[in-house]
T-cell receptor, first 116, second 109 residues
Framework: DADVTQTPRNRITKTGKRIMLECSQTKGHDRMYWYRQDPGLGLRLIYYSFDVKDINKGEISDGYSVSRQAQAKFSLSLESAIPNQTALYFC???????????????FGEGSRLTVL | SQQGEEDPQALSIQEGENATMNCSYKTSINNLQWYRQNSGRGLVHLILIRSNEREKHSGRLRVTLDTSKKSSSLLITASRAADTASYFCATDNFNKFYFGSGTKLNVKP
């Protein structure tokens, strides 16, 4: 089983619908991240969480919300989806590594979202 | 945006040749990491270099870091067809990771 699991892997929805992307991890990491990837733009940070009670906005949080239900679960919601939120979404986890700094990121396989 | 920039955007080489990718970034960093992504898949960590290190090796990978120029390079030696993928640098700034736009490497057999 994958260490970082994202569901659904693919979703097609319509403008205005609410969508939730879920992420669960078995690595025991405190730190979890949501990124979106668009062609030619690399990955952009949407939200991140350093523990269950800590939620922070990233570069592009407008139009998104998150919930950290447990150490192992971090969900991303689009309250009212719009076409320019069509993208590949990645969840990632990490742990403290060196002198309080974060080590490598472990990624899920991605959730491909299409908003029509 | 705090994203870095990779150069070149695309690189096509023959198997056995070396591949060099460059990354420039904008802010101060704690460390810089390189990741690989096979088409449409999740990213996989390749190597991490701390801000006080200048060069690091791992197998066929060599990474350099120049914090005065805010730049890094990734060298893949003796490339193989299986190295075909996109490569991204990621800068760690206060435990948040910012990614560049990536270099798409094609290694022809």
């Amino acid at each position: 089983d994958a260490d970082v699991t994202q569901t659904p892997r693919n979703r097609i929805t319509k403008t205005g619908k609410r969508i939730m992307l879920e992420c669960s991890q078995t690595k025991g990491h405190d730190r979890m991240y949501w990124y979106r990837q668009d062609p030619g733009l690399g990955l952009r940070l949407i939200y991140y969480s350093f523990d269950v009670k800590d939620i922070n906005k990233g570069e592009i949080s407008d139009g998104y919300s998150v919930s950290r239900q447990a150490q192992a679960k971090f969900s991303l919601s689009l309250e009212s989806a719009i076409p320019n939120q069509t993208a590949l979404y990645f969840c990632a986890t990490s742990d403290l590594w060196d002198r309080g700094h974060t080590g490598e990121l472990f990624f899920g396989e991605g959730s491909r979202l299409t908003v029509l | 945006s705090q994203q870095g920039e990779e150069d070149p955007q695309a690189l096509s080489i023959q198997e056995g040749e070396n591949a060099t990718m460059n990354c420039s970034y904008k802010t101060s960093i704690n460390n810089l990491q390189w990741y690989r992504q096979n088409s449409g898949r999740g990213l996989v960590h390749l190597i991490l270099i701390r801000s006080n290190e200048r060069e690091k090796h791992s197998g066929r990978l060599r990474v350099t870091l120049d914090t005065s120029k805010k730049s890094s390079s990734l060298l893949i030696t003796a490339s193989r067809a299986a190295d075909t993928a996109s490569y991204f640098c990621a800068t760690d700034n206060f435990n948040k990771f910012y990614f560049g736009s990536g270099t798409k490497l094609n290694v022809k057999p």
